[in-house]
Structure formats: C-alpha cells, structure tokens
C-alpha cells in the first residue's frame, strides 16, 4: 500500500516563499513598526520642550520617559499572553487603538499630570510591539528569516528619522503639541487596513484548529500564485500542548530566559541611553565647561530655532540605525544570531570609550552615530533570535516578558545615566553604558542554543 503523502507548515511556508503575500504582510507590519519608532524618538523632544513651559525639574522631565517605558512594561507581558491564548490579530488590534488614542489626546495634555496619564498610556499601548514582530516572522520562510527580520527593522528606522525630521520641522513652528497629534497620524493606516489581516496559521496551528490554518495557506499561496505541496497538511503541535508564562521556565528554556531577560535589559538601556545622549551630550558637555547653574540658559531644544544644533544631532544618529542595519543583514544569516549580536555589542562599547573625555561637537556627533548603529544592529538581531527559540504556544508570551525587561531598561535609563550628564557627570554615564554593553556580550556567548536556519517550533 502506497503511503499517504503529507506536509507540515513549515513545508507549505518554504515552498511558498518570499511573495506579494509576505510583501504585504511586510508593510502593514512595518507600519506598526514605524509608529512605535515614532512615539519613542518624541522622549528626545517632548520632555526638554515641556520642562520650560512648566517650569519642571530635572526628576519630573526624565518622568516623562520613564512612564512611557513602566506602561510598555506592563503592555509588553500582558498583550504576549492575550496574543498567545486570543491570537495575534486581537493582541495587535488592541494595542494599536490605544497607543492612537492616547497619542492623540495627549497633545492636548492641559499639565503636567494628565501628560504623565496618557503617555503611560501610549506606553502600555507600545508594548504589543512583540506581536506584530512575531506576526510577521510567523509567515516567513527559515533560510532567510533572519534577513527578512532585518529588513522588517528597516520601518523602525525610517520611524526614527521621519520624527527626527518632524520635530526639526514641527517644533520651532507650531511646538510639541502639533508634533504630538501628528506622530500618532500613522496608526490610523493600521486600524483602517485592520478588517484585512489575516491571523498567523502558526497560532491556528499550535491550537490544532487545522482546517483554518490551511484556509489561511491557501490565500497565501493564490496571492503568491503557487501550489502548496501535495497531499493531506497536517499539524506538528498539540493543541493540548502547554503554553504561557509557566512554559518559560520549563527546563529546555530555563536558561534561555533568564540570559534573554539580561541582554533585552542591556540593549535596551543602551539603545535608548544614545538616543536621549544625541540630544544632550553636546550642549551638556558645553555647559557644564561654561559651569552655568542655570538650567533654563540650556540650549536643548528651548531656543525654538530650526537651527538648532540638536535638531541636526538627533537627525544625524537616527540616519545610523540603516548602516547598522545593513551590517546586521550581513551577518545575521552568516555568522549566526550569538556571534553577530556580541560583535556588534563590543564595538557599540568601543565607539562609547573616547567619549569618557569631553570631544569636539563633531568627534562627538561622528562616535554616537558608531555605537547607535551597533547597538541598532545587536537589538534587531536580537528581536530576530529570541522569538526563534520559543515554542508558537508561548512565543508572544516569551517575547513579551523579555521585552518587558528591555523597559526596565528604559525606565532607569534616563533616571540613573542621562542625569548623570544633566549634572555634568557625563564621564561616569559613558563609562555605565560602556560597562553594560561588554557584560551584554559575555552574556550572549552564553545562550545555549544558536538558531541561524532553524524552522519554528511548535512544541517545547
């Protein structure tokens, strides 16, 4: 008797491609990706903006950033687990109606408290940023995944420079609540496009509901015009399968969490340290020799002139993150995900160590842009590599939790090391990030697994 010919997904999605399926999924999720990028660059500018017009002190302005990262903390765990048990079409929908909706009403914050409110809000609207990345790498083929994430990354990036190149044009004409109301303006293109979405056969896969996960194969391979692979397509995982919180800290992956909630810890703090140090590390530095105590005579952003050499510093380094894209697609798929993420940590810490002492305005601008396209590279690596290593059941939910670390990063980031700088220690800020990004690479020497051409798993 002859034997029965199957496939599995990960078949169905290999012999599919790269096509105007996986195209399209690529830019609604982009989208999503480019309005994050957005939300976050406004810490460059909002908190210096606002702190003149209400007269507020160095702890209430790095406030403002802080609760950005405490709401994405709390969203990035809570919309893992809702996207794992609910799907990832409900996790992103939901995160995308409340990040537009405070972002929005936050432009017309009336003070100070009701600013702090809405941008905890955006925060916790923010964390779903896992299950769009996930979403996406759930309908891309294994050889070339890695690749395909980085090019993903590209949105952030292009997220980066849009609002660097917004405030420089919004700000000293209109102010920081037009920038506001506009940087919310592309979220609207995800909740519109929304009815159009397909769920992840992956989701639909791991929970064994097999006849919706090959409905959504087969619109995938009409869209792509190609076959799917001959005979009956059956499902790898369990539907009975365990899944959530408890499953990280099964034994296989134990040890994956823990040096994963580590090294999202690290790339975070530093990532986010350089992108708040584009816009004070110079005027800083020439303050501090000018040894004024006055902290309304700062040049950071209270001037109001597009000339402002800020506006430029911050343009500048956002521009980094394509180069250090570049080299992360080079790498990621040749050297493997431990390798690349540790090279790229190291030599985020080298173009860190001259700034130890005080440099010239360009010396300085020329650094920063080195070690924000290291560190832009290492965290795009490493949003490729961790959802690899969890099982579909669970993988929001891990992704989440890690990401969950990454903004306890944020939230110390400019609490601990940027007032470093504001106080004129900007030697011992340099030194901290500098620290933490060759204990990152020590640390992902560690990781027990590499994943370079792995498929994705739907069981532990």
Known sequence: MEEERVFTLDD???????????????V???????????????????????????????????????????????????????????????????TAVITFIAGFLSSFAPNYYALLFLRALVG?????????????????????????MVIFSVFWTLGSILEA???????????????????????????IFYPLVPESPRYYAAKGDTASALAILKKMAA???????????????????????????????????????????????????????????SSQQTRCKLASPARKNSPLLHSGDSKDPVFRDVLITSCAELPGLM?????????GRKVSM???????????????????????????FGARACIMGSFTILYVYAPEVYPTSSRTTGLGTANSFARIGGILCPLVAVAL????????????????????????????????????????
């Open 28 to 94: 609604y999720a982009g989208m999503s990706w480019m309005a994050e990028a957005m939300e976050m660059m406004l810490l460059s500018f909002v908190g210096p903006a606002v702190e003149q017009l209400w007269d507020l002190s160095p702890r209430q302005e790095s406030a403002i950033s802080s609760v950005v990262f405490a709401g994405m903390m709390i969203g990035a765990y809570s919309w893992g687990v809702l996207s794992d048990s609910k799907g990832r079409r409900i996790g992103f929908f939901a």
């Open 223 to 281: 869209a792509n015009k190609l076959e799917l692979p001959q005979g009956r397509f059956v499902c790898s995982g369990d539907k009975h399968d365990e899944e959530g919180f408890a499953v990280l800290f099964s034994p296989p992956l134990l040890r994956s969490t823990i040096l994963l909630w580590l090294v999202f810890f690290a790339n975070a703090f530093t990532y986010y340290g350089l992108v708040l140090l584009a816009s004070q590390l």
């Open 12 to 26: 169905a999605i290999e012999s599919l491609g790269f096509g105007r399926f996986q195209c399209l999924i690529l």
């Open 165 to 191: 190149i917004l405030a420089w044009t919004i700000m000293p004409r209109l102010g920081w609540r037009w920038l506001l109301g506009v940087s919310s303006t592309p979220l609207l293109f995800l909740l």
């Open 342 to 368: 540790a090279v790229l940590f190291i030599f985020c810490g080298l173009f860190l160590s001259p700034l130890v002492s005080p440099q010239p305005e360009g010396v300085t601008t020329f650094l920063l």
């Open 327 to 335: 080299i992360a697609a080079a790498m990621v798929d040749y050297y």
């Open 421 to 460: 700088v504001r106080t004129c220690h900007h030697s011992l800020a340099i030194m901290l990030f500098t620290l933490v990004s060759a204990m990152a690479a020590a640390l992902i020497f560690s990781f027990p697994i590499e994943t370079k051409g792995r498929a994705l798993t739907d069981v532990v």
């Open 124 to 148: 916790i609207g923010l964390g779903g940023g896992p299950v769009v990345s996930s979403w996406f790498m759930e309908f891309v083929p294994a050889p070339n995944r890695g690749t395909l």
